[in-house]
């Protein structure tokens, strides 16, 4: 059973346009929620975390929303470079429950020049 | 800081063989994490340590799969034997307390291949 879902394997966006990743999750007890970014051979990089007593974070380009009544939050990065190309991992945890970050599936953003 | 460091970077064995991971977490963290990456199951966690203790290996997915973390600055992930299921991008993370954060820090990867 996915606790953590990303229903989009991949998006495509127009450079200087909006991207829009989206999550959904099934465990109402997640109380943090991360988002990370992953490219080729390389590790996932920490992006932007957001937790369960706020509804957005923002950091430069890049602002989470979390809609705790959906269980659904959501990466929105204004404005889309090419350089942003990449697999996103969106992630969440039960803080009182352990360390233990359980991730979606990942979204490919392709951002085309 | 160097970040997380994980060796080697690729390791291409013969099923049968034995295979150890390395990682270094980042100097102060006191969390270190084990996650296996395929195209099948996504990113799973394996197994963490917390200073040095092994607090949930639940999933380690056999016997064959054993993680150690003898002091603060090193662990390793044994596998033996290897088998070709094995094959996966292996990553280690690590972390610190923290009442602000609960963000991990990722290292690159080992890429294992069982033949």
């Known amino acids: 059973d996915q606790q953590v879902k990303q229903n989009s394997p991949s998006l495509s966006v127009q450079e200087g346009r909006i991207s829009i990743l989206n999550c959904d999750y099934t465990n109402s007890m997640f109380d943090y929620f991360l988002w990370y970014k992953k490219y080729p051979a390389e590790g996932p990089t920490f992006l932007i975390s957001?937790?369960?007593?706020?509804d957005k974070n923002e950091d430069g380009r890049f602002t989470v929303f979390l809609n705790k009544s959906a269980k659904h939050l959501s990466l929105h990065i204004v404005p889309s470079q090419p350089g942003d190309s990449a697999v996103y991992f969106c992630a969440a945890l039960y803080r009182n429950a352990g360390n233990m970050l359980t991730f979606g599936g990942g979204t490919r953003l392709m951002v085309k020049p | 800081d160097a970040g997380v460091i994980q060796s080697p970077r690729h390791e291409v064995t013969e099923m049968g063989q034995e295979v150890t991971l390395r990682c270094k977490p980042i100097?102060?963290?006191?969390?270190l994490f084990w996650y296996r990456q395929t195209m099948m199951r996504g990113l799973e966690l394996l197994i963490y340590?917390?200073?040095?203790?092994?607090?949930?290996d639940s999933g380690m997915p056999e016997d064959r799969f054993s993680a150690k973390m003898p002091n603060a600055s090193f662990s390793t992930l044994k596998i033996q034997p290897s088998e070709p299921r094995d094959s996966a991008v292996y990553f280690c993370?690590?972390?610190?307390?923290?009442?602000?954060?609960?963000?991990?820090?990722f290292g690159p990867g080992t890429r294992l291949t069982v033949l």
């Open positions: 100097s102060g963290h006191d969390y």
């Open positions: 957001i937790s369960s007593i706020k």
């Open positions: 340590f917390n200073n040095n203790v092994p607090i949930d």
């Open positions: 993370a690590s972390r610190i307390t923290s009442v602000y954060t609960d963000t991990q820090y």
